[in-house]
């Protein structure tokens, strides 16, 4: 299985997870034998930071991977996912390693569509791609990811002072 991860930087496994697969720099691409990894690449996001619907679900589906993990993409996009025979999966955070460890686990399931792609009229139904250039959406994304993550942070930590 070849698992793709919209990444911010190229630090392999430790990369952090993008907030938007659309609008990362790079990706980077996991290959897993059962739940061990074999392989680690990353790519550049040659369509950064502008691109045209279904440009990137296409380059991802060249690359060979199953999935696609990233923090969130419009409904466009899980149809173009859906269309190549990629699972889109939506709600990534953290790191590379986390994010993969957290979809094997089962606890990253799924896609829906980001807000900034309702909110412009693109969940279920998609149509057109304003959103994509919207930099308010794309820091309201960060910031919600970054929310999970320390919330997440400070739970383990609590947990962490209680044993």
């Given amino acids: 299985m070849r698992i793709a991860v919209s990444a911010e930087n190229k630090n392999g496994l430790d990369s952090v997870v993008g907030p938007h697969f659309g609008r990362c720099p790079h990706f980077v ?8 990894v074999t392989a680690v690449r990353e790519v550049d996001n040659p369509y950064y930071p502008n691109h045209e619907p279904g440009q990137v679900p296409a380059l991802i589906a060249s690359l060979g991977a199953n999935v696609m993990l990233t923090g969130g ?29 957290r979809y094997l686990g089962g606890q990253l399931r799924g896609a829906a569509p980001c807000h900034e792609s309702q909110a412009h009229g693109h969940g279920d139904i998609p149509a057109g791609g304003a959103y994509e250039k919207d930099e308010l959406g794309r820091l309201r994304e960060e910031a919600d990811a970054l929310r999970r993550q320390l919330d997440e942070t400070a739970g383990r930590l609590g947990q962490l002072g209680s044993d």
Avoid: H, N, P, W
Avoid at 29 to 36: G, P
Avoid at 76 to 88: L, T
């Fill in 29 to 36: 691409l996991v290959d897993l034998d059962d739940r061990e």
């Fill in 73 to 101: 993409m419009g409904g466009r996009a899980i149809m173009f996912f859906q269309q190549f025979g990629i699972e889109g999966v939506t709600g990534a955070y953290g790191t590379v390693r986390q994010s993969i460890e």
